[in-house]
């Protein structure tokens, strides 16, 4: 595949082809969700509670490398265009599942997770696609086209996880995400075209290229430095739900793989309907400042449903009503993708990428944590949806900074 990059009417094929690889993606992490804790229980054997911390040491080591790298990797993006970051990261992913279907220890879960992290930016390499090929019309539209294509994939994924794990053994949907990701490589060395023109590229610069230096340079930027902020209490919040949900929904509902799975699906059909049916058309009618402020106040009463409710069908309902609040997330990317400029969409989306490393870092570690407290025998309290009542704390103050932002900004809306 030539390197040349795409032209302006091809742009509906590039979106086509980039919306399919994080489909592609996001479908074979969706098919290991059900099978992780069998996993790790086999290879630790210990309880429930304690393997939850396992999961989340994984967590953070894959963050802390995505952390450092993720600038490097979108400022290399801006520099010698967004093709060959994203294929390099989804080869990772397919690196990382086949190591942790081979694994006979943990060692090689960690070994793992630290391929992926260093190499796997997938997700911001399509973020940057996205911003380079629309335009201030259909920018919004088009990041909730990343969110419907990441949801398809999850609504197809836990579902075939889950009855390949009872059917096949546990291993078997890591080995079936690897083959995935793989073949995913191969389809985009031939099919995707490459979305940054030659002119539109900047030198490389390591003063940029890492997590603080990317930070600096685009928080002068209007509007930007608080959204990044809310960017960070975000993930925060939002990472407690991979984090914690297989555990939760284990210990207080007695869901097993085959359950997990379908909520799962729920929560992909509903980011399927949000992000590719209603964003663009509710943040058009809203404003990027409502639509901020609007869905992280939805976003708060779904997290308050998740850690509260006490009977399992319950949480169908705080999944449709947290779903809604994504278009949050979708209009502060468009803002600030608007604002970056067509050169530096790759450093934008890195540092992006670090605030959401950190966050991960922190969120696994110190929800599952919360987790564990809340539902050993020992509690003081026996709260198992203790994570998701702090997270929906975290979402209320994005909602007041997002208010804030915008009318230091004067946002649209």
């Not at 209007?222 to 407690?240: K, N």
Request: aromatic share 12%; glycine share 12%.
């Amino acid at each position: 595949m030539p390197e040349n990059a795409a032209p302006v009417t091809a742009s509906r094929a590039a979106l086509t082809f980039v919306l399919l690889s994080v489909f592609i993606d996001s479908l074979g992490f969706g098919i290991i969700i059900p099978s992780l804790l069998p996993v790790i229980v086999e290879l630790t054997g210990e309880p429930v509670a304690i393997a939850a911390l396992w999961s989340g040491y994984l967590m953070a080591v894959y963050a802390l490398l995505q952390f450092f790298t993720a600038p490097v990797f979108g400022n290399l993006s801006d520099r010698f265009g967004r093709r060959p970051i994203l294929l390099g990261s989804l080869f990772a992913f397919g690196v990382d599942f086949l190591l942790t279907g081979l694994a006979r220890s943990m060692t090689w879960l960690f070994i793992g997770r630290a391929f992926a992290g260093v190499f796997g930016a997938s997700f911001a390499a399509a973020g940057a696609y996205i911003g380079d090929i629309s335009n201030d019309q259909n920018r919004a539209k088009n990041f909730g086209f990343i969110g419907a294509a990441w949801g398809s994939g999850f609504t197809l994924g836990p579902v075939i996880g889950g009855v390949m794990a009872e059917h096949l053994g546990a291993r078997a949907p890591f080995f079936a995400a690897s083959a995935l990701a793989l073949a995913n490589v191969a389809f985009g060395y031939f099919a995707l075209p490459e979305s940054l023109p030659p002119e539109r590229r900047r030198k490389f610069e390591w003063s940029r290229a890492n997590p603080f230096g990317a930070l600096r340079s685009l928080s002068h930027l209007p509007m930007i430095a608080g959204l990044l902020f809310a960017v960070f209490l975000y993930q925060v919040a939002h990472d407690s739900l991979p984090a914690v949900w297989i555990f939760f929904t284990e210990l207080k509902f007695g869901w097993g793989p085959a359950e997990t799975g379908w909520s799962l699906t729920f929560v992909g059909v509903m980011t399927v309907i949000v992000m590719g049916g209603l964003t663009g058309f509710l943040v058009r009618r809203l404003g990027e400042r409502r639509a901020i402020v609007l869905g992280f106040a939805l976003m708060t009463l779904g997290f308050l449903g998740y850690g509260l409710v006490p009977n399992g069908w319950m949480i169908y309902p705080a999944i449709l009503i947290g779903s809604l609040g994504g278009i949050a997330n979708t209009a502060m990317q468009s803002v600030m993708s608007e604002q970056a400029g067509p050169s530096a969409q790759g450093e934008l989306q890195g540092a992006l990428a670090s605030i959401a490393s950190i966050a991960a870092i922190i969120s696994p570690i110190f929800m599952t944590r919360l987790f564990s407290h809340f539902s050993g025998e020992d509690a003081p309290v026996h709260l198992p949806g203790a994570p998701y009542v702090v997270s929906a704390v975290l979402v209320f103050c994005c909602a007041l900074i997002g208010l804030r932002a915008g009318r230091a900004g004067g946002a649209a809306g």
